[in-house]
C-alpha cells in the first residue's frame, strides 16, 4: 500500500469476510459486478470459520469420540483411560481453520476480488474509508456484512475471564469450569470443556437451558447435561466475579438466595451484540433500530437505497447460514436479478450431544400466534438404527395443519439431528405435507427414517409404535 | 393488519408506473397522507393512504408497473391480521371505482378488501421466484397442489389472464356451475384471441451476433403496443390518398399571420384542417362511429372531439380537443397550441387526453410525401397529412406552380365503403382549395 491517501472507485463494497460477507463478493463477481471486500482482520472467514462454528466443531468432535469410546466399553470396546493431548488438538484445530481461511481467500483471488484489510468507516452515503483514510472508496452499492462481537459481562469487565473465542484456543483444562450462559455456545462450550475434564457449573439466568428450543427437545439433552455437568443453575444471575486465590469467586444470585461458587476459570457466553457501533453509520443515513441492528426490506436494504446490511447487523437469528443466504439475495438485487429474502424456514442447530435442530414453527411460536396444529411425534427408541447406537435418547417431532396436513415445523433432538434437519428445511421450502414425507423411501436402517415414522404418526398411522387408543 | 389494493384508476385503465413513493417501510403514515405516485399511460396521480398506522410492506420500486387489485402496501393499524381478498371483494371494488377527474384520488372505498388472516401459502422457491419475476401476488393464489400448494402452473395461469379475476379454483368452478354468463364470456373472450398460422416465438438470441441493450416496455410505449396491435389486428385498415391544392389557403394564412404579428400565435394549417374534416365527418357519420364487434353494433358520435397527435419526449400523445365543431379557427388554433405544449411538457389533464372520436396525425412539419397511419382504436378512422410543398400542376392545360398538401385517409372497411370514403375526401379538400367555401361554413 501507497503511504499516503488513495481514493478508488468500486463497483460495489462489501464489508465483512465472514459467512455473509464472502458469499456476498463471490456471488456478486460471478454476476459480473467489480467488487471491493473490507476486512478488519488478517484472516477471512470471519467469526464463523476463525473463532466460531468451525473450530467448536473442530473440539465437539474430538471430545464426541472419546465420549463414544467410553460408551462402547460396554458393547465391547477394549479401550484404556481416554485422554487428550491438548497440543496436537489445538495444532489440529488450527490446521483446520487455517485451511478453511485459505481456502476462501483463494476462492476470492481467483475471481479478482481486491481485498483490502482494515477498518471501514463510513464517510457519507457513497464513500467509505479504510483505517482512518489509508484507503477511500468512492461505491456504487455497498453490503455490510460485519457481524456481531461477544457481549461481555458488566460484573467482571475487567477480569481476564473467558469468551468463547478465548476457549477455544484450549489455553488450559481448568479443573472447575464456570460457564455463564447456558444458551448454545455456552453449553457446547461447557460439553467440550466437561469432556475434557473440567468440572463444569453452568450458570444460566432464565428458568431453563436452551430457552430458545422447546421444552420436549431440551429436556433430552439436559437429561444428558445432569450426567456430564457438576451443576446447572438455572434462575441465576451472575452479581459479581472477584479474584480469589489463583481463581475467581462467582457470587450467584438465585431468587434471592446468594451463593458464592469458588472456581478456576469463568467463560462467559452471554449472547452477542452487532458490530454496527464502530462504522460511523451516523454519517449515512441509515436507519438503526433495537439492539443496534440495522433496518432493512425484504430485498435486506437499508434506508439508503444502495446500502445492504445481511447477517448479525439486522433482524433475525444470527446464524451463519441465514447471512450466506442473504447474501446471495443481495447479490442478485445488486445485479438486478429479481430476487428476495422469502424463505420460509431458517433452521437452527445446537452441536450439544444429543444434537437438537428444529425448522419452521415451534410449538412455542404455535401457541404464541394462536396457531392450530397437529403433533406426530416419534421415539428414538423405537428405531432400529438408534439401537445400535445405543443412542436411543432423542425425537423427532412434527406440526402440521390438522385440516391440509401441510407441514408446519419439525424439531428433532438426536444423534445426526444436525444433518437430517435439512430435510425437514427442503420439506418447509416445497409445501410438502405428511404425505410427501410418508411416502419418501428412507433407507433402512438410518435415523432419518424417524422423519417418515413422526408424519405417519402425526397422520395416525403409524407402523412401528402402538398408538394409545 | 390492512392490505391496500391498488384502486381502479379511471376508465380503461388497469395499470400504471411507480413514479414515486411518499413512504417507506416502517414509516408511520396518518389517513390521506400521500402514498405514492402512480403514471398511468392518461395522467400521474397522487394516491392518498385509507388508513393510519406503519407501513409494513409496500410493492414495486420506481420503474415498476403495478396493476389495479394488486396489494400494493400493508399497513399496520393495530387490527390484527388479514390477507388474502376474496374474489367477491374483488368485485365489489370493481363496481365502485374511485373517480379520476381529481387527480388525487380517494382511496377509502377499498376497504372492503381486508379479509382472513393466514400464512404465506405454500409453494415451492422455484414457483415463488416464478411469480415474482411474472409480478404475480402469489399470497392470493389459492393453489391448486395437495394443501392448496401453489404449482407452477397455478402461477403461469394467473399471469397469462386466463384464469378469473383472484384465480380462486373453487370459485372459478362455482361461477361456471352458477352459469355466470359474464365470467364464462370473459373466458370465452380469451380463447378467442388464438389466431390461426399467428406465431409469437420466443426472440433469436441477437447478442450472438453483435452488442445489444435491452430497455423494459414501459408507460407510453407499452400503452402504444397495446393500441397498436389491437388496431392493426382488429381493423381491416383500407388508405385512400389524395392531394389538396392549398395555395389560396396558405397565402390567407400568411397574410393574416403577418396582419396578426406580435398578437399571440400563428396560424396552421391545421385549424383549417379540422374545420374542413368536422365538415366532410357531418356529411360521412360512418367515420365517426365505432364498432363494437361482440355487440355488433355501429356507434354514431353525435359530437367531434378531435384528437391531435402529438410527438413528446415520452412518446406519441393525443390530445383531444373536446367538440371541435363548436370553436372557430382561432380558438382551434388556441386550444392546439396549449394541448401540444402540456403534451409535450408531461402537464396535461386526463380529461384531455380521452373521449377522441377521430384523429389527426401531421408529419408535415417533419417531411414526407404520403403516409399510411394506423387508426387510433377504437375510432373509424384518420386523416395523415405530409408536407405542403410547391410543386408543377396542370391548370387550365398549362403547367403552374401550386402549393400541395398530401392527405391520406385511414379508415376502418367494417364501417365505410371505399367510394364513401373518396366523397368525403374529395369533399374535404374542395373546402382546402377554396378558403371561402370553408368560410361559410365556419
Given at each position: 500500500?501507497?503511504?499516503?491517501?488513495?481514493?478508488q472507485?468500486?463497483?460495489?463494497?462489501?464489508?465483512?469476510?465472514?459467512?455473509?460477507?464472502?458469499?456476498?463478493?463471490?456471488?456478486?463477481?460471478?454476476?459480473?459486478?467489480?467488487?471491493?471486500?473490507?476486512?478488519?482482520?488478517?484472516?477471512?472467514?470471519?467469526?464463523?470459520?476463525?473463532?466460531?462454528?468451525?473450530?467448536?466443531?473442530?473440539?465437539?468432535?474430538?471430545?464426541?469420540?472419546?465420549?463414544?469410546?467410553?460408551?462402547?466399553?460396554?458393547?465391547?470396546?477394549?479401550?484404556?483411560?481416554?485422554?487428550?493431548?491438548?497440543?496436537?488438538?489445538?495444532?489440529?484445530?488450527?490446521?483446520?481453520?487455517?485451511?478453511?481461511?485459505?481456502?476462501?481467500?483463494?476462492?476470492?483471488?481467483?475471481?479478482?476480488?481486491?481485498?483490502?484489510?482494515?477498518?471501514?468507516?463510513?464517510?457519507?452515503?457513497?464513500?467509505?474509508?479504510?483505517?482512518?483514510?489509508?484507503?477511500?472508496?468512492?461505491?456504487?452499492?455497498?453490503?455490510?456484512?460485519?457481524?456481531?462481537?461477544?457481549?461481555?459481562?458488566?460484573?467482571?469487565?475487567?477480569?481476564?475471564?473467558?469468551?468463547?473465542?478465548?476457549?477455544?484456543?484450549?489455553?488450559?483444562?481448568?479443573?472447575?469450569?464456570?460457564?455463564?450462559?447456558?444458551?448454545?455456545?455456552?453449553?457446547?462450550?461447557?460439553?467440550?470443556?466437561?469432556?475434557?475434564?473440567?468440572?463444569?457449573?453452568?450458570?444460566?439466568?432464565?428458568?431453563?437451558?436452551?430457552?430458545?428450543?422447546?421444552?420436549?427437545?431440551?429436556?433430552?439433552?439436559?437429561?444428558?447435561?445432569?450426567?456430564?455437568?457438576?451443576?446447572?443453575?438455572?434462575?441465576?444471575?451472575?452479581?459479581?466475579?472477584?479474584?480469589?486465590?489463583?481463581?475467581?469467586?462467582?457470587?450467584?444470585?438465585?431468587?434471592?438466595?446468594?451463593?458464592?461458587?469458588?472456581?478456576?476459570?469463568?467463560l462467559?457466553?452471554?449472547?452477542?451484540?452487532?458490530?454496527?457501533?464502530?462504522?460511523?453509520?451516523?454519517?449515512?443515513?441509515?436507519?438503526?433500530?433495537?439492539?443496534?441492528?440495522?433496518?432493512?426490506?425484504?430485498?435486506?436494504?437499508?434506508?439508503?437505497?444502495?446500502?445492504?446490511?445481511?447477517?448479525?447487523?439486522?433482524?433475525?437469528?444470527?446464524?451463519?447460514?441465514?447471512?450466506?443466504?442473504?447474501?446471495?439475495?443481495?447479490?442478485?438485487?445488486?445485479?438486478?436479478?429479481?430476487?428476495?429474502?422469502?424463505?420460509?424456514?431458517?433452521?437452527?442447530?445446537v452441536?450439544?450431544?444429543?444434537?437438537?435442530?428444529?425448522?419452521?414453527l415451534?410449538e412455542?411460536?404455535?401457541?404464541?400466534?394462536?396457531v392450530?396444529?397437529?403433533?406426530?411425534?416419534?421415539?428414538?427408541?423405537?428405531?432400529?438404527?438408534?439401537?445400535?447406537?445405543?443412542?436411543?435418547?432423542?425425537?423427532?417431532?412434527?406440526?402440521?395443519?390438522?385440516?391440509?396436513?401441510?407441514?408446519?415445523?419439525?424439531?428433532?433432538?438426536?444423534?445426526?439431528?444436525?444433518?437430517?434437519?435439512?430435510?425437514?428445511?427442503l420439506?418447509?421450502?416445497?409445501?410438502?405435507?405428511?404425505?410427501d414425507?410418508?411416502?419418501?423411501?428412507?433407507?433402512?436402517?438410518?435415523?432419518?427414517?424417524?422423519?417418515?415414522?413422526?408424519?405417519?404418526?402425526a397422520?395416525?398411522?403409524?407402523?412401528?409404535?402402538v398408538?394409545?387408543? | 393488519?390492512?392490505?391496500?389494493?391498488?384502486?381502479?384508476?379511471?376508465?380503461?385503465?388497469?395499470?400504471?408506473?411507480?413514479?414515486?413513493w411518499?413512504?417507506?417501510?416502517?414509516?408511520?403514515?396518518?389517513?390521506?397522507?400521500?402514498?405514492?405516485?402512480?403514471?398511468?399511460?392518461?395522467?400521474?396521480?397522487?394516491?392518498?393512504?385509507?388508513?393510519?398506522?406503519?407501513?409494513?410492506?409496500?410493492?414495486?420500486?420506481?420503474?415498476?408497473?403495478?396493476?389495479?387489485?394488486?396489494?400494493?402496501?400493508?399497513?399496520?393499524?393495530?387490527?390484527?391480521?388479514?390477507?388474502?381478498?376474496?374474489?367477491?371483494?374483488?368485485?365489489?371494488?370493481?363496481?365502485?371505482?374511485?373517480?379520476?377527474?381529481?387527480?388525487?384520488?380517494?382511496?377509502?372505498?377499498?376497504?372492503?378488501?381486508?379479509?382472513?388472516?393466514?400464512?404465506?401459502?405454500?409453494?415451492?422457491?422455484?414457483?415463488?421466484?416464478?411469480?415474482?419475476?411474472?409480478?404475480?401476488?402469489?399470497?392470493?393464489?389459492?393453489?391448486?397442489?395437495?394443501?392448496?400448494?401453489?404449482?407452477?402452473?397455478?402461477v403461469?395461469?394467473?399471469?397469462?389472464?386466463?384464469a378469473?379475476?383472484?384465480?380462486?379454483?373453487?370459485?372459478?368452478?362455482?361461477?361456471?356451475?352458477?352459469?355466470?354468463?359474464?365470467?364464462?364470456?370473459?373466458?370465452?373472450?380469451?380463447?378467442?384471441?388464438?389466431?390461426?398460422?399467428?406465431?409469437?416465438?420466443?426472440?433469436p438470441?441477437f447478442?450472438?451476433?453483435?452488442?445489444?441493450?435491452i430497455?423494459?416496455?414501459?408507460s407510453?410505449?407499452?400503452?402504444?403496443?397495446?393500441k397498436?396491435?389491437?388496431?392493426?389486428?382488429?381493423i381491416?385498415?383500407?388508405?385512400?390518398?389524395?392531394?389538396?391544392?392549398?395555395?389560396?389557403?396558405?397565402?390567407?394564412?400568411?397574410?393574416?399571420?403577418a396582419?396578426?404579428?406580435?398578437?399571440?400565435?400563428?396560424?396552421?394549417?391545421?385549424?383549417?384542417?379540422?374545420?374542413?374534416?368536422?365538415?366532410?365527418?357531418?356529411?360521412?357519420?360512418?367515420?365517426?362511429?365505432?364498432?363494437?364487434?361482440?355487440?355488433e353494433?355501429?356507434?354514431?358520435?353525435?359530437?367531434?372531439?378531435?384528437?391531435?397527435?402529438?410527438?413528446?419526449?415520452?412518446?406519441?400523445?393525443?390530445?383531444?380537443?373536446?367538440?371541435?365543431?363548436?370553436?372557430?379557427?382561432?380558438?382551434?388554433?388556441?386550444?392546439?397550441?396549449?394541448?401540444?405544449?402540456?403534451?409535450?411538457?408531461g402537464?396535461?389533464?386526463?380529461?384531455?387526453?380521452?373521449?377522441?372520436?377521430?384523429t389527426?396525425?401531421?408529419?408535415?412539419?417533419?417531411?414526407?410525401?404520403?403516409?399510411?397511419?394506423?387508426?387510433?382504436?377504437?375510432?373509424?378512422?384518420?386523416?395523415?397529412?405530409?408536407?405542403?410543398?410547391?410543386?408543377?400542376?396542370?391548370?387550365?392545360?398549362?403547367?403552374?406552380?401550386?402549393?400541395?398538401?398530401?392527405?391520406?385517409?385511414?379508415?376502418?372497411?367494417?364501417?365505410?365503403?371505399g367510394?364513401?370514403?373518396?366523397?368525403?375526401?374529395?369533399?374535404?379538400?374542395?373546402?382546402?382549395?377554396?378558403?371561402?367555401?370553408?368560410?361559410?361554413?365556419?
Amino acid at each position: 500500500m501507497v503511504m499516503g491517501s488513495l481514493t478508488q472507485d468500486a463497483e460495489v463494497v462489501v464489508i465483512g469476510a465472514g459467512p455473509g460477507g464472502y458469499v456476498a463478493a463471490i456471488r456478486l463477481a460471478d454476476l459480473g459486478k467489480e467488487v471491493v471486500l473490507v476486512e478488519e482482520s488478517e484472516d477471512l472467514g470471519g467469526v464463523c470459520l476463525r473463532e466460531g462454528c468451525i473450530p467448536s466443531k473442530v473440539l465437539i468432535n474430538v471430545v464426541d469420540i472419546g465420549n463414544s469410546a467410553v460408551d462402547a466399553k460396554k458393547m465391547g470396546l477394549n479401550i484404556g483411560e481416554v485422554s487428550y493431548d491438548l497440543a496436537k488438538l489445538r495444532k489440529w484445530t488450527g490446521s483446520v481453520v487455517d485451511g478453511l481461511t485459505k481456502g476462501v481467500r483463494l476462492l476470492l483471488e481467483k475471481r479478482g476480488i481486491e481485498i483490502v484489510h482494515g477498518r471501514a468507516q463510513f464517510v457519507n452515503n457513497n464513500t467509505i474509508s479504510v483505517d482512518g483514510g489509508k484507503v477511500t472508496l468512492n461505491y456504487k452499492h455497498c453490503v455490510i456484512a460485519t457481524g456481531s462481537r461477544i457481549n461481555e459481562l458488566p460484573t467482571a469487565y475487567d477480569l481476564p475471564l473467558w469468551s468463547s473465542a478465548d476457549a477455544l484456543k484450549l489455553p488450559e483444562v481448568p479443573k472447575r469450569l464456570v460457564v455463564v450462559g447456558g444458551g448454545y455456545i455456552g453449553l457446547e462450550m461447557g460439553l467440550v470443556y466437561a469432556g475434557l475434564g473440567s468440572k463444569v457449573t453452568i450458570v444460566e439466568f432464565s428458568e431453563r437451558l436452551l430457552l430458545g428450543a422447546d421444552p420436549d427437545l431440551a429436556g433430552v439433552m439436559i437429561k444428558q447435561c445432569e450426567q456430564r455437568f457438576e451443576r446447572i443453575l438455572v434462575e441465576s444471575r451472575v452479581e459479581k466475579v472477584e479474584e480469589s486465590g489463583d481463581g475467581y469467586a462467582v457470587t450467584v444470585d438465585h431468587n434471592s438466595k446468594k451463593e458464592t461458587i469458588e472456581t478456576d476459570q469463568v467463560l462467559v457466553a452471554i449472547g452477542r451484540k452487532p458490530n454496527t457501533d464502530n462504522l460511523s453509520l451516523e454519517n449515512t443515513d441509515i436507519k438503526i433500530i433495537e439492539h443496534g441492528l440495522i433496518d432493512v426490506d425484504n430485498h435486506n436494504r437499508t434506508s439508503v437505497p444502495n446500502i445492504y446490511a445481511i447477517g448479525d447487523v439486522v433482524r433475525g437469528p444470527a446464524l451463519a447460514h441465514k447471512a450466506s443466504r442473504e447474501a446471495k439475495v443481495v447479490a442478485e438485487i445488486i445485479a438486478n436479478h429479481n430476487a428476495e429474502f422469502d424463505n420460509r424456514a431458517i433452521p437452527a442447530v445446537v452441536f450439544t450431544d444429543p444434537e437438537i435442530a428444529w425448522t419452521g414453527l415451534t410449538e412455542r411460536e404455535a401457541h404464541e400466534q394462536g396457531v392450530n396444529y397437529k403433533l406426530g411425534k416419534f421415539p428414538l427408541r423405537a428405531l432400529g438404527r438408534a439401537r445400535t447406537m445405543g443412542r436411543t435418547d432423542g425425537m423427532v417431532k412434527i406440526l402440521s395443519d390438522p385440516e391440509t396436513n401441510l407441514v408446519l415445523g419439525v424439531g428433532m433432538v438426536g444423534p445426526h439431528v444436525s444433518e437430517m434437519i435439512s430435510e425437514a428445511t427442503l420439506a418447509l421450502e416445497m409445501g410438502a405435507t405428511l404425505e410427501d414425507l410418508m411416502v419418501t423411501i428412507h433407507p433402512h436402517p438410518t435415523i432419518s427414517e424417524s422423519i417418515m415414522e413422526a408424519a405417519e404418526v402425526a397422520a395416525g398411522s403409524a407402523v412401528h409404535i402402538v398408538a394409545p387408543k | 393488519m390492512f392490505e391496500f389494493k391498488l384502486p381502479d384508476l379511471g376508465e380503461g385503465i388497469h395499470e400504471g408506473e411507480v413514479l414515486k413513493w411518499h413512504v417507506k417501510v416502517g414509516d408511520t403514515i396518518k389517513e390521506d397522507d400521500p402514498l405514492i405516485e402512480i403514471e398511468t399511460d392518461k395522467a400521474a396521480v397522487t394516491i392518498p393512504s385509507p388508513r393510519g398506522g406503519i407501513i409494513m410492506t409496500l410493492k414495486g420500486e420506481v420503474g415498476d408497473i403495478l396493476n389495479v387489485g394488486d396489494v400494493i402496501v400493508t399497513i399496520d393499524d393495530g387490527n390484527g391480521v388479514s390477507v388474502a381478498p376474496t374474489e367477491t371483494k374483488t368485485e365489489e371494488v370493481v363496481e365502485t371505482p374511485v373517480k379520476v377527474e381529481a387527480l388525487a384520488l380517494s382511496a377509502k372505498k377499498v376497504e372492503a378488501l381486508e379479509v382472513e388472516s393466514g400464512r404465506p401459502v405454500p409453494a415451492a422457491p422455484a414457483t415463488r421466484r416464478l411469480a415474482r419475476e411474472l409480478g404475480v401476488n402469489i399470497n392470493i393464489i389459492k393453489g391448486t397442489g395437495p394443501a392448496g400448494r401453489v404449482t407452477l402452473e397455478d402461477v403461469k395461469l394467473i399471469a397469462s389472464g386466463e384464469a378469473l379475476a383472484v384465480a380462486d379454483q373453487a370459485a372459478k368452478a362455482e361461477a361456471v356451475e352458477k352459469d355466470d354468463s359474464c365470467a364464462v364470456a370473459e373466458f370465452a373472450a380469451h380463447a378467442s384471441t388464438a389466431i390461426p398460422f399467428l406465431d409469437i416465438d420466443p426472440m433469436p438470441d441477437f447478442a450472438k451476433e453483435g452488442p445489444i441493450e435491452i430497455e423494459k416496455l414501459r408507460s407510453i410505449r407499452r400503452k402504444v403496443a397495446h393500441k397498436m396491435t389491437t388496431s392493426k389486428i382488429l381493423i381491416p385498415h383500407v388508405v385512400h390518398m389524395d392531394e389538396a391544392d392549398v395555395t389560396e389557403l396558405d397565402k390567407f394564412r400568411r397574410e393574416e399571420n403577418a396582419l396578426r404579428e406580435g398578437q399571440g400565435g400563428k396560424f396552421t394549417l391545421l385549424p383549417f384542417v379540422i374545420k374542413a374534416v368536422i365538415a366532410g365527418l357531418k356529411e360521412y357519420p360512418a367515420l365517426n362511429a365505432s364498432l363494437d364487434p361482440l355487440k355488433e353494433e355501429i356507434i354514431y358520435k353525435k359530437y367531434y372531439n378531435m384528437g391531435v397527435a402529438v410527438d413528446s419526449d415520452r412518446g406519441l400523445i393525443v390530445p383531444v380537443i373536446k367538440n371541435a365543431d363548436q370553436k372557430n379557427i382561432i380558438q382551434l388554433s388556441d386550444k392546439i397550441v396549449e394541448l401540444a405544449e402540456g403534451a409535450r411538457n408531461g402537464n396535461i389533464n386526463v380529461a384531455d387526453l380521452s373521449g377522441g372520436t377521430f384523429t389527426i396525425t401531421n408529419i408535415g412539419p417533419i417531411g414526407g410525401t404520403g403516409f399510411a397511419a394506423a387508426i387510433n382504436y377504437p375510432e373509424a378512422a384518420i386523416i395523415g397529412l405530409a408536407r405542403a410543398q410547391d410543386k408543377p400542376v396542370v391548370r387550365d392545360g398549362e403547367i403552374v406552380i401550386r402549393k400541395m398538401l398530401p392527405i391520406s385517409l385511414s379508415f376502418d372497411h367494417r364501417i365505410a365503403d371505399g367510394a364513401d370514403v373518396a366523397r368525403m375526401v374529395s369533399g374535404i379538400i374542395k373546402r382546402l382549395s377554396d378558403p371561402y367555401t370553408l368560410l361559410l361554413e365556419i
